[in-house]
């Protein structure tokens, strides 16, 4: 990366990535490109509270209207926009239609076309997670990312703390977090570049390529994790800087876990592809093994160390364009690495449709049934086209399209097109899309 500024034509760039502009309580709502967000915390042990100020620097793209944007925190001290203030009412959640908890804010200001701005907000920071739960019981051995309403609901990524865009945006992160008072050590644990400022007080300055589902970072006591380094040379690969944060309870040393790294990242160029990245942080913890996957990072349980990694090619190598399509992440995940000494059933086309993938492009559920019932998908593909010939198809997938974005229909038409398998748009067709009767008719040219 150099210090060049980016120069992005209006039109161009991320924006074209976004879901269609969409009219809302009489207010042409628009997408748009984030370009930086800055942030600074100040957290007082004493007071058990929280403070933030952030500045979202955004464009809007070759339609002007009112700017679409996410936060889940719910009270602000201060708003402003362009340095002018605005009431809290100005900025309220509107359903675009995708549905519960799924909002967008909406700034209540009509704003030209390709125009560049800056909304400045001041908020006690609180927990906006629902209280409700939806965990759903797992047979406590299978090792995943976060079982719970935790992974699956939307506005659980950078939205939840700050200010920031759907996932087809890239933007600059930097967050300055001080804590104030704390009876025992802190420490920072982040996949960007990490500066201490001071007495528990840090800069963390992510890539300018991440996008709110890939900043890792978490505060927490210090002296708990161990910490070791080194450069990983894998096969067919380049090499990878790995950095390994060891929870003593885990009951493996960093040789041990290091070996195992190194060994997947073999395994994964092999059989998926290039790593897009120099580097890879994880932190692992004791526990049942439920983790959550970043860009090049994974806070995780030893047993899902694996399926986490594996994010790194699918997930978070290869990312979905919206929520809507990050079923596939989990699907193909489980599928390759958490399923091999279980076998994985074929669906059966009596059995009622399944929506794994909503229609609608607001939604930011990723449906319970993608843990368990996605990877299904695959096994019915996998039982008409042979084993092989599908973990091909999607090798190809990733090599074509990774570090960049793919869509549902994307992949679809590609193992159609690669497998020439009638039941793969048909699988898709009630079991990914969810829709009953016939599969429509093959469009014309859609195999290219
Ligand atoms: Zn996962």
Wanted: aromatic share 10%; proline share 8%.
């Amino acid at each position: 990366m150099t210090g060049e500024p980016e120069v992005i034509v209006c039109g161009e760039g991320d924006i074209l990535d976004a879901p269609p502009s969409i009219m809302v309580d009489g207010m042409f709502a628009v997408p748009i490109d984030v370009v930086s967000v800055t942030a600074s915390s100040v957290l007082d042990w004493t007071a058990k509270a929280a403070t933030t100020k952030a500045k979202m620097k955004f464009r809007l793209g070759p339609e002007g209207g009112h700017p679409l944007f996410d936060i889940r925190q719910l009270t602000f001290t201060s708003i402003k926009l362009d340095g002018v203030p605005l009431t809290s009412g100005q900025i309220l959640h509107r359903d675009l239609g995708g549905g519960d908890k799924a909002e967008m804010r909406v700034i209540a200001v009509d704003l030209p076309a390709c125009s560049e701005h800056v909304l400045e907000l001041e908020y006690p920071m609180d927990d906006p997670r629902s209280p409700r739960t939806t965990s759903r019981s797992s047979n406590g051995s299978r090792p995943s990312c976060g079982r719970s309403a935790r992974a699956i609901s939307p506005g659980y990524m950078v939205e939840r703390w700050l200010p920031a865009n759907l996932t087809y945006d890239r933007f600059k992160l930097t967050m300055t977090v001080q804590v104030l008072d704390s009876p025992s050590e802190q420490a920072v644990y982040a996949n960007g570049e990490i500066q201490e400022l001071g007495f528990h007080k840090w800069k963390i300055s992510y890539p300018a390529h991440f996008r709110s589902f890939s900043p890792m970072f978490r505060l927490q006591k210090g002296g708990a994790h161990t910490h070791s380094s080194a450069i990983l040379e894998p096969k067919g690969g380049e090499p990878v800087e790995l950095d390994v944060f060891l929870e003593a309870d885990v009951g493996k040393t960093h040789e041990e876990v290091q070996a195992e790294i190194a060994g997947y990242f073999d395994e994964f160029i092999e059989s998926t592809g290039p790593y897009h990245l120099d580097r890879f942080y994880v932190l692992i913890n004791p526990g049942d093994g439920a983790g959550m996957e970043y860009e090049g990072a994974t806070s995780t349980g030893y047993l899902s160390l694996k399926h986490q990694l594996f994010h790194g090619w699918f997930g978070r190598g290869l990312k979905p364009r919206h929520t809507n399509d990050a079923w596939l992440d989990e699907s193909w995940t489980e599928y390759v690495i958490d399923e091999v000494d279980v076998p994985v059933l074929p669906l059966d086309f009596a059995a009622p449709p399944v929506v794994l993938c909503s229609d609608n492009p607001w939604s930011r559920h990723m449906p319970l049934g993608v843990f368990g019932f996605g990877e299904r998908v695959f096994a019915t593909i996998a039982a008409a086209t042979g084993e092989a010939d599908l973990r091909l198809a999607m090798k190809l997938f990733y090599e074509l399209r990774a570090p960049g974005l793919f869509s549902t229909p994307e992949i679809e038409q590609h193992l159609y097109c690669e497998l020439q398998e009638p039941v793969i748009r048909d699988v898709f067709h009630r079991f990914v899309y969810g829709k009953d009767g016939p599969t429509p008719a093959l469009p014309p040219g859609y195999c290219p």
